[in-house]
């Protein structure tokens, strides 16, 4: 039981941050969008994004995974 709260634990840390590197990354873009910014800057804005929205949701891919080998074992 206490390895499935701790499963639990990072699964619910690393959702919210991938939750909130989308809403980085979306208000980002919004307030780009309302500067006029051009196209080439929210471009690379996005461009710099990627690699933290792309880490997180591996992290949270990784811990559904070991969520649901936990929980059903």
Known sequence: MKNAAVTL???AIDGIALLASIALTLGG????TLVDASLFTM???ST????????TGVYFGRDVQDA???LIA
Do not use: A, D, E, Y
Not at 29 to 32: H, V
């Open 9 to 11: 634990r990072k699964l």
């Open 29 to 32: 873009i919004w307030g780009l």
């Open 43 to 45: 471009v690379v804005f």
């Open 48 to 55: 710099l994004m990627f690699p933290m929205l792309f880490s």
């Open 68 to 70: 649901t080998h936990t």
